[in-house]
Nanobody, 115 residues
Framework: QVQLVESGGGLVRPGGSLRLSCAAS????????MGWYRQAPGKEREEVAI???????HYTDSVKGRFTISTINDKNTVNLQMNSLKFEDTAVYYC?????????WGQGTQVAVSS
């Protein structure tokens, strides 16, 4: 089992920044990718960013140039640096980790962009 604990959500004004963190524990050996999804009210869950074990990253178009995903601590923690936040970035953000064909999820952290 892999446990994921997220932190860093909150309320921010448009144009502001937040950094989300997700720490993996438990059976972390073999994690080959980590990433973030988000779900806004009334919308489907959307993949935001992913980072593979080799460091390859991928972003959904709406966050390219504004969000940066990275790993630290021997790749057991994944961060999502979010800059130039917009109203439409408001959502619950979920961290995930892929290990041997199984996906593990965090509990979610709320990001609210409001003036």
């Amino acid at each position: 089992q892999v446990q994921l604990v997220e932190s860093g959500g909150g309320l921010v004004r448009p144009g502001g920044s937040l950094r989300l963190s997700c720490a993996a524990s438990g059976r972390v050996f073999g994690i080959n990718a980590m990433g973030w999804y988000r779900q806004a009210p009334g919308k489907e869950r959307e993949e935001v960013a992913i980072i593979g074990s080799g460091g390859t990253t991928h972003y959904t178009d709406s966050v390219k140039g504004r969000f940066t995903i990275s790993t630290i601590n021997d790749k057991n923690t994944v961060n999502l640096q979010m800059n130039s936040l917009k109203f439409e970035d408001t959502a619950v953000y979920y961290c995930y980790a892929d290990r041997y064909g199984r996906r593990y999820w965090g509990q979610g952290t709320q990001v609210a962009v409001s003036s």
